[in-house]
């Protein structure tokens, strides 16, 4: 059986990518698949080349454009659409799985030209345009948010969850704490701007930092273009405690221990990272990315905080010691934090992978 791959470069496709391919091949004995191929199509970024060394998934890129403006394009798209074509064509999979975005479109539509069964999963609350414009070439529709059925009115639309790495949840929190060298005497805030930082963030958190240290210990993602800026901000700072701050570019599978360690996380609404944050039962604060499309973040955010389990800051007001406030707030009651956490593992679809592990296989047969 061969099974061809596609999502955008991001860690926010990628993660859940390889959580499908992890289940498919746990599957394998269970399904009776004497053969098993991979292949991955994306864009060609450094997140694709660290993400891919482990599982040694083969995978070719494809030129593409994010531009809004069709003229400009228009050059990229067509470029990637005969390299998707050529890609799919001597392949020639059993079934591809698309995670959606702008790399996916010409390897959807290939497969489509080739008759070649195609199943998208998404991962938002709400579908960007092109996601739209993709699901009427698939067999099958995923979804990650149940009462995201309504955008759809689709006999094709089954809902899973957004897939997770099973790795995520498997740390204990006594060997991450080890593993960062922190101590029990203060609690840990894990704060991320997603795979690529946030600018706004870093800078949030840089603006109060003196005053989160005095009652907390901080492990920051910062995002690997921004760590150096960051990394010098804080030296200048002259802060007396700030061995209990500790600065990462991006955590790889590190991110295991960083959610185990910490009672509180501080990030952006990408539906990976929030779908994560569910599976470890972590309470969080989520700031959405104001310029996200169709606002999916806020959306993501949304639904969380109407939940219980996370509150919803929005970017463009938001103020240093507002962000301070909120977290001080939710410290002052261990009751809201245990409430929190039980919210967010009711939220949580820890089986989202091998759900859509056994359709693949089975419209691959």
Same mark, same amino acid.
């Given at each position: 059986m061969r099974i061809l791959l596609t999502g955008e470069s991001l860690a926010g496709h990628l993660s859940p990518i390889i959580a499908v391919y992890d289940a498919i091949k746990n599957l394998q004995k269970e399904a009776n698949l004497e053969s098993l191929e991979f292949m991955l199509i994306s864009s060609e970024s450094h997140f694709l080349r660290e993400m891919f060394e482990e599982t040694k998934i083969p995978y070719k890129t494809i030129k593409i454009s994010k531009q809004t403006n069709p003229i400009l394009a228009l050059p990229f798209g067509i470029i990637g659409f005969f390299q998707a074509l050529i890609? $799919?064509?001597?392949?020639?999979?059993?079934?591809?799985?698309?995670?959606?975005?702008?790399?996916?479109?010409?390897? $959807?539509?290939?497969?489509?030209?080739?008759?070649?069964?195609?199943?998208?999963?998404?991962?938002?609350s709400v579908p960007s345009l092109i996601d739209k414009f993709m699901f009427r070439f698939a067999k099958k529709i995923m979804i990650s948010f149940n009462e995201s059925k309504d955008f759809y009115d689709s006999p094709k639309v089954f809902f899973t969850g957004n897939p997770v790495r099973n790795f995520i949840s498997q740390k204990n929190k006594e060997e991450a704490m080890k593993n960062f060298l922190l101590n029990e005497e203060k609690p840990v805030i894990l704060i991320m701007g997603g795979s690529e930082g946030a600018e706004k963030i870093n800078k949030l958190v840089l603006e109060i930092l003196p005053e989160l240290l005095k009652n907390y210990q901080i492990i920051h993602q910062c995002g690997i273009g921004n760590y150096d800026r960051v990394k010098s901000a804080v030296e200048k700072m002259n802060i007396?405690?700030?061995?209990?701050?500790?600065?990462?570019?991006?955590?790889?599978?590190?991110?295991?221990?960083?959610?185990?360690?910490?009672?509180?996380? $501080?990030?952006?609404?990408g539906a990976n990272t929030v779908s994560e944050i569910m599976v470890v039962g972590k309470p969080s604060v989520l700031i959405p990315l104001a310029s996200a499309v169709s606002d999916k973040q806020k959306m993501n955010a949304f639904h969380y905080s109407e939940a219980g389990a996370a509150v919803l800051l929005g970017e463009k007001n938001l103020k240093p010691h507002l962000l301070l406030n909120v977290i001080n707030e939710i410290f002052k009651s261990h009751?809201?934090?245990?409430?929190?956490?039980?919210?967010?593992?009711?939220?949580?679809?820890?089986?989202?992978?091998?759900?859509?592990?056994?359709?693949?296989?089975k419209m691959a047969k």
């Open positions: 890609y $799919v064509f001597d392949y020639m999979p059993d079934i591809i799985f698309s995670k959606g975005g702008y790399v996916s479109l010409p390897v $959807v539509l290939a497969g489509w030209i080739f008759r070649i069964p195609v199943i998208v999963h998404e991962s938002d007396y405690n700030l061995s209990d701050y500790h600065l990462f570019p991006f955590f790889k599978k590190r991110i295991a221990s960083a959610y185990a360690a910490c009672e509180l996380i $501080v990030s952006r609404a009751l809201k934090i245990i409430e929190m956490r039980r919210a967010a593992k009711k939220l949580a679809h820890p089986m989202a992978a091998r759900k859509i592990a056994e359709e693949i296989i």
